[in-house]
């Protein structure tokens, strides 16, 4: 399984981005697909994540300003970040877990994809 993720860049304090991530490979679904971010110097802290059955997480930061959506196909997961801050610069990380590939194997493990950097201009 490989994650590509799109999307980042550069965005004054009040706009908006949307980032992407696609997931490829012999995949028939997946059951968690999310978002991650990372400041330097700092853990990996959670931003949201879906669930194949459309059960949605969001960190409080994030609430009513991010949302997450996946396709109908469930194998590409979208993050659409509304009112952005300075705070909210980070690397951010797109994940899946829980995969079921089309030969019928279930892969339990994390994958991630390369960061996309976002950077808030204030």
């Known amino acids: 399984v490989q994650l590509q993720a799109s999307g980042g860049g550069l965005v004054q304090a009040g706009g908006s981005l949307r980032l992407s991530c696609a997931a490829s490979?012999?995949?028939?679904?997946?059951?968690?697909m999310g978002w991650y971010r990372q400041a330097p110097g700092k853990q990996r802290e959670l931003v949201a994540r879906i669930t194949s059955g459309g059960s949605i997480n969001y960190a409080d930061s994030v609430k009513g300003r991010f949302t997450i959506s996946r396709d109908s196909a469930k194998t590409t997961v979208n993050l659409q970040m509304n009112s952005l801050k300075p705070e909210d610069a980070r690397v951010y990380y797109c994940?899946?877990?829980?995969?079921?590939?089309?030969?019928?194997?279930?892969?339990?493990?994390?994958?991630w994809g390369k960061g996309t950097l976002v950077t808030v201009s204030s």
């Open positions: 994940y899946a877990a829980g995969v079921f590939t089309t030969t019928g194997e279930f892969y339990g493990m994390e994958y």
């Open positions: 490979g012999s995949i028939q679904s997946i059951a968690v």
